[in-house]
């Protein structure tokens, strides 16, 4: 990871939380009750409330037996993650409904069991403020138990991920999926142990994997269930971004963290909102945040879409496969690998072609063309050498003669050229070969020439070109040297 552009702790704080974030509306974000309220009024979703205690009177007269058998305890104002509780039942459903309360068991994420005393006694420690910001006395949240999505239980098999947007000047700058682990005891906390992933803004699609503890380090996999973790895709993207920006919009906070979680029933739900994210994001991106978050700032954004465009842009890695989707057409670079059928069909070869959009057509070497099996195209080419002299004899008539004579013989040459160079006249054949380029399978008219001291057995010319979108800043494939030493 390049330390280049990270934004730390005081720079986050004198940089962008105190100019564009007003107290008022940090006191808002910071009472979760009132953050789920303004969220409900703007139809924003979010997990909805089975209760919520503000005091010991409440806590007495509130009603235990209306809780459903899963169901998440947090505290109003807490921060971190701490105090907040989710529980399952071990009873299947109707089991639960014939026991009486205090019978009555549930677990945890970390596989701790909790009786009703257990979790009124941390209700309780929630209106004492154990968990709260200030130290002082808090309420107490009962919420709905998400359900995660079922492609993130194939990689994660506890806890509930969470995705983390980092929004400013209401564009998307950087996000990060976080999947819990069984050290951090089914919490999506990196600092507890899970697994924090770099998100490409512009397609959702996982683009690193870290792990702070036990210690530092980049990952491929999941530490639990040995899941491969690059390239995933984050279900709901598009609607992940659309309500991370609109809820900065509503908050009024210039620089805001979006908690969002992905629920199998309902799809993606704000969790939390943060008006002070923590920096981890750019640990999970192996990138800085700094350089973000200045290309954006004091930019005009007319609107939330374009917002998100804007981030889309900036800072999605995948230009290639937006081009691709907006004009139609497959990006590829200066050299691709491809695959070409033989002559009959049969057998598929590897080679490494060279995109030349200054050739009319494609070309194959003699070599490649014996590959293939066309040996007895070159046999009666050779039979037919044309030499240094017959440029100065050779009449259109003759011409077309021996042109007639040769396609006569091999009914593969589609065409001959006569081409006149400074080694004299040679005859180019041109034969029909069947290739895949990018996945796009092209039936393709090419000449066999001598292309043995060249880097490329094959070029591909405009004419095959037609469908395709050359990008020279792509990463092309590089031929392997060759044992003669030609470059």
């Keep these: 990871m390049s330390y280049k552009g990270i934004l730390g702790m005081n720079s986050r704080n004198l940089n962008y939380i105190r100019p564009y974030n007003p107290k008022k509306r940090v006191q808002l974000v910071d009472n979760k009750l009132e953050t ?39 505290p109003n104002r807490g921060f971190g993650g701490g105090g907040i509780l989710v529980l399952k039942s071990k009873d299947k459903k109707e089991v639960f409904k014939k026991k009486e309360l205090k019978e009555k068991e549930w677990v945890d994420n970390g596989g701790e069991i909790f009786s009703f005393k257990d979790f009124r006694a941390h209700i309780l420690d929630i209106l004492d403020g154990k968990f709260s910001l200030s130290s002082l006395p808090d309420t107490a949240l009962i919420e709905r138990k998400i359900i995660p999505d079922k492609e993130f239980l194939k990689i994660c098999n506890v806890g509930v991920p969470d995705i983390r947007v980092i929004v400013f000047n209401k564009v998307p700058v950087m996000a990060m999926l976080r999947l819990p682990t069984i050290r951090s005891r089914g919490r999506a906390n990196l600092a507890a142990g899970a697994v924090g992933l770099g998100i490409d803004i512009g397609n959702g699609t996982t683009s690193s994997a870290v792990l702070k503890m036990p210690r530092r380090q980049i990952v491929e996999t999941h530490p639990d269930t040995n899941k491969e973790l690059i390239s995933l895709q984050v279900p709901g993207w598009q609607r992940i971004l ?63 879409s374009k917002g998100i465009r804007v981030g889309e842009e900036l800072f999605g890695g995948d230009i290639e496969r937006r081009v691709e989707d907006v004009s139609g057409k497959e990006v590829v670079g200066l050299s691709e690998e491809i695959e070409i059928l033989d002559r009959k069909g049969d057998r598929k070869t590897k080679v490494l072609a060279k995109i030349d959009t200054g050739a009319d057509s494609t070309s194959i070497s003699k070599e490649l063309a014996r590959k293939l099996g066309f040996k007895n195209v070159l046999k009666l080419i050779d039979e037919y050498a044309l030499d240094e002299e017959l440029d100065k004899k050779l009449t259109s008539k003759e011409e077309l003669r021996i042109k007639k004579e040769v396609m006569v013989k091999e009914p593969d040459i589609e065409e001959l050229h006569v081409v006149k160079s400074s080694h004299g006249l040679t005859l180019r054949p041109y034969v029909y070969i069947v290739y895949y380029l990018s996945g796009e399978k092209k039936k393709s008219l090419v000449n066999i020439t001598n292309r043995k001291e060249m880097k490329y057995s094959m070029i591909i010319g405009k004419k095959d070109l037609k469908n395709f979108l050359v990008d020279p800043s792509k990463k092309s494939v590089q031929p392997k040297p060759k044992k003669n030493g030609t470059k």
């Design 36 to 74: 789920k309220n303004l969220l409900k009024k703007h139809d924003l979703p979010t997990p909805s409330y089975y209760g919520v205690i503000k005091n010991i009177r409440e806590f007495e007269t509130f009603d235990f037996n209306k809780l459903p058998r899963n169901f998440v305890i947090k």
């Design 242 to 304: 659309e309500i991370a920006v609109e809820a900065q919009n509503i908050t009024k906070l210039g620089f805001l963290g979006v908690d969002i979680v992905i629920d199998r029933k309902f799809g993606p739900q704000i969790l939390e909102l943060n008006a002070r994210p923590g920096l981890e994001i750019q640990l999970a991106n192996l990138e800085g945040l700094a350089y973000r978050l200045e290309r954006v700032k004091g930019l005009k954004i007319a609107s939330l």
